[in-house]
């Protein structure tokens, strides 16, 4: 029925196409159809111009500068760039970064997948499960979250209440205790999973049912659908996912800016790159060190994303 | 929709063209990082005056929520008494403020009028940030007649000056007595006790409360570069001397280092993740003011705030010593300095503002010893005993350690402001055991010298 739908529109389209060009179309009318797009499309435009690009370019510049951020900025050449690989920090940053992205994302994705498949048998109420699972996504990345977040995990907070009352005698501060602390923000991570669930959800209801009517014909058992069906026709899905949730991840700065009140402790524990290139910046007057963090941090994501470009060819399966 | 969908064939999206194009988009928000130029320099003239029309500033300051409502207090009544001027008052935390003023300056709307520190004055003058005050305490505008000379100085650089402290203070020890007092434990004496001796009582403290109370707050993380500096110059050294340049020896540094760590094995200090929490919570979580410990490194200007907190007298000791021979590495400090922004529109009327906070009874009875003693002798005298009791109790102190203080140290080089991170860093992994103190010490200094390079 779809696919009717969509020759119909088709042919709409070719009908309107010639009466477009007609000769007798007002030649001002063309003019000012021409302009109206971008009219429209300015003040988006504007913003990548302004917002976007404009301090895209500086941050290039300042990253081969020396520039303390009160002041005018010195052309300092490469050295930004080889600073790095002497500086201790840089290292843990990036440890810090990567186990984060590496840990966080496939569990928050599997998790998201996990819910969607539950939420795609027909549930009574969807909308409002729906919403409710939602919510952590456009909340998880807040303040008001963070500061939450690190009084229920903190040495007296709700958590250690709780596993008090139930007989453990001397659970850790999670958010102070350096062994914990990356580990506490991981699940706040993985809690807001609702974008990806959405988006999964949404995928699962294009999976076509005949699939499904066709693989239990031919004997195949809900494990076995899950694997031969389901998967490989979400893998554009899983892939987008993927690839956004990874560069998220990558840029994760608020949680642990407010949970370590920026400092990255407990003792480094979790000193997100982010949060390095901020403290650099902003704390230690030393923005073209930062920007030039900035730059690698943008080197890295943007060579982990072409990497998972790559290695979708041999995973993802696109059917068209 | 979805039923038609489901029987029909595979909907368009998502295609390689449009993941590759959301991606695009995501990654380039990532450099999206930098700052413009700060701009403007020293404004010549007085700028803009009430009588050119309305004047707004803004007025930035740090502090406990004590501060802020009698800041705000000092706004009100200064508008009250000054037609046509507004000044908009904009305050954070200790380390927050830093970043926002950093980030404020860079895009040339750094307030007017600013709460500074001695850490960053340099930071910030060396890089004309700041107003040189000089023509306005030539003409009159400023009068510093009755300013404590001594202490007026230590916002010079050169022959300009950047910055007027607000008055004096002394980082010292403050002890709860009833702490003690439950605790069956006799409060040491200030005069003759030794670190060692503050360990141990503190220990006892926390033994004998069964650990509701403990001993002492770390010293590493609250004021630690500061701690480590009365330390040092105990011993003959400094954090940075004369020069600018790295005042201690790693020994002294590890010497230090192993009181603290004495002190959480002994369990005199909470155990290493509460106090990250407690350091994290600011002078209104600080374990004296909260009921859960019995002593503390403060500013004797914290005195009123943590007395708030507890609910009963605080009081101060002078700092252990080695010997226990009294002879201590105290000095008296400029609790903090008052500052004008170079890119401020109405210098003029920001340093009659200035010029009222530090000689005016009226403000100085509201922020009485707050901001560290009056600098201004006169009144400091005179609001002496019209403080409450916490703050009489920090003007008596200070009255009677002053003739065995030593001279405040000179402005601390450009990069000084990071010490006190780097310092905190380096304590936690001592005390969460993920480094030796000796190795921590060379570290330290390595970092401390590339900072201040």
Known sequence: MSSTLDVSSRERQHDEAPRRGGPDAPRTKRKSGRLAPYLFLAPWFAGLLFITAGPIAASAYLSFTDYSLIGSPEWIGLDNFQRMFNDPRFYQSLKVTFIYVAVSVPLQLAFALFLAMILDRGLKGLALYRSVYYLPSLLGGSVAIAILWRQIFGSDGLLNQVLRFVGFENPPGWVSNPDYALGTLIVLNVWTFGAPMVIFLAGLRQIPTMYYEAASLDGAGKARQFFQVTLPLLSPIIFFNLVLQTINAFQTFTQAFIVSGGTGGPADSTLFYTLYLYQRGFGNFDMGYASALAWFLLLIVGGLTAINFIASKYWVFYGD | ?453
């Open chain 2, 1 to 453: 929709m979805h039923t038609i969908r489901r029987n029909g064939a595979r909907a368009p999206w998502p295609t390689r063209l449009g993941v590759a194009g959301g991606v695009l988009g995501l990654l380039l928000t990532t450099a999206a990082c930098g700052g413009d130029d700060g701009g403007g320099g020293a404004a010549a003239d007085g700028g803009t005056t009430r009588e050119d029309g309305p004047v707004n500033m803004r007025f930035s300051w740090w502090g406990s929520d004590t501060r802020h409502a009698a800041t705000q207090e000092l706004i009100d009544l200064y508008e009250s008494q000054n037609e046509g001027v507004t000044i908009e008052g904009d305050f954070t935390g200790f380390a927050d403020y830093w970043d926002r003023l950093a980030t404020s300056t860079a895009g040339g709307e750094a307030p007017c009028i600013m709460q500074q520190d001695t850490r960053y004055v340099r930071e910030y003058a060396d890089r004309n940030a700041l107003l040189d005050l000089s023509p306005y305490i030539e003409d009159g505008t400023i009068d510093n007649s009755n300013l404590d000379e001594n202490v007026a100085e230590t916002g010079m650089v050169e022959d300009a000056t950047y910055a007027i402290p607000t008055g004096v203070n002394a980082f010292s020890v403050v002890i709860d007595p009833q702490a003690y007092a439950a605790a069956g434990v006799e409060v040491p004496d200030g005069e003759s006790w030794t670190w060692d001796e503050m360990v141990e009582t503190a220990a006892q403290v926390t033994q004998a409360t069964g650990g509701q109370v403990y001993g002492m707050q770390a010293m590493g993380l609250n004021g630690g570069d500061t701690n480590f500096e009365v330390y040092a110059r105990e011993h003959g050294e400094a954090l940075f001397d004369e020069n600018g340049e790295i005042g201690f020896t790693q020994e002294t540094l590890v010497d230090w280092w192993n009181i603290e760590k004495q002190a959480s094995e002994s369990g005199a200090e909470p155990p290493p993740s509460t106090t990250v929490e407690v350091f994290n919570g600011g002078v209104d979580q600080a374990l004296v003011a909260t009921g859960r410990g019995a002593s503390g490194f403060w500013w004797t200007n914290e005195l009123p705030a943590l007395t708030a907190g507890a609910g009963h007298e605080l009081q101060f000791l002078r700092f252990p010593t080695e010997e226990g021979n009294g002879e201590t590495g105290m000095y008296l400090k400029p609790a903090m300095f008052w500052a004008i922004s170079s890119d401020c529109e109405s210098p003029q009327e920001a340093a009659m503002f200035l010029d009222w906070l530090i000689n005016s009874e009226e403000a100085v009875n509201i922020i009485k010893a707050d901001r560290g003693l009056p600098v201004n002798t006169e009144l400091r005298d005179q609001i002496a005993p019209t403080l409450d009791a916490p703050g009489q109790a920090a003007v008596a102190f200070v009255e009677e350690i002053t003739p065995d203080l030593q001279d405040p140290p000179a402005l601390p080089p450009q990069g000084a402001g990071e010490v006190q991170s780097i310092l905190q860093r380096y304590t936690e992994q001592i005390l969460f055991d993920q480094i030796s103190v000796e190795d921590a010490a060379e570290q330290f200094m390595t970092e401390v010298e590339s900072a201040i390079a």
